[in-house]
């Protein structure tokens, strides 16, 4: 600590007891035993002192590192993208929903067919002989511009399947 060697310690205790004195010499020593113990545990004292605060200071950085860190976990969604993604598609598809229809109305066209033809009434040969297989014959059939979603309807002259045969015979 002080690079004294043995030879400059006993040059120094010999100088001591020539001083002070063979009789107030091991009194000198004990107060000067006390005084090296009290400056010993202060430095201990202030050493850990100071490596705690470093702790606590280290301990702060720590905590304050693992608190980013959990915020971060906190923050990270893998399927916030997604999530936006399906709720932006879902309010598109309330907006279109939810926007009334604008139908412009078709100009009528000499070259256009109508939606739906009204099929030529066909005359039946013989009255007593109609069967349910020719009412579903006579039919109209849906042209290509007819909207497929829904049947066609029949012509209000066309007779029913449910309907009984204008002269009252019995089906077959």
Do not use: Y
Request: aromatic fraction near 4%.
């Amino acid at each position: 600590m002080f690079d004294i060697s043995w030879s400059e310690f006993l040059l120094i205790g010999i100088v001591a007891l020539v001083v002070i004195g063979p009789k107030e010499l091991p009194a000198v020593m004990r107060t000067l035993g006390q005084w090296t113990r009290k400056v010993r545990s202060m430095a201990a004292e202030f050493q850990n002192q100071f490596q705690e605060a470093m702790r606590e200071a280290e301990m702060a950085d720590l905590k304050k590192s693992v608190d980013d860190m959990a915020r971060d976990v906190a923050d990270l969604d893998p399927l916030k993208g997604l999530r936006e993604d399906v709720q932006s598609v879902g309010s598109e598809m309330q907006r279109s929903l939810s926007a009334p229809a604008v139908e412009t109305p078709a100009a009528p066209d000499a070259t256009a067919e109508p939606a739906l033809a009204a099929p030529p009434a066909a005359a039946p040969s013989d009255a007593g002989t109609a069967t349910h297989g020719d009412a579903a014959t006579s039919a109209p059939a849906a042209t290509p511009a007819a909207d497929q979603s829904q049947p066609p309807e029949p012509p209000a002259d066309a007779p029913h399947a449910d309907a009984a045969p204008a002269d009252g015979a019995a089906r077959a």
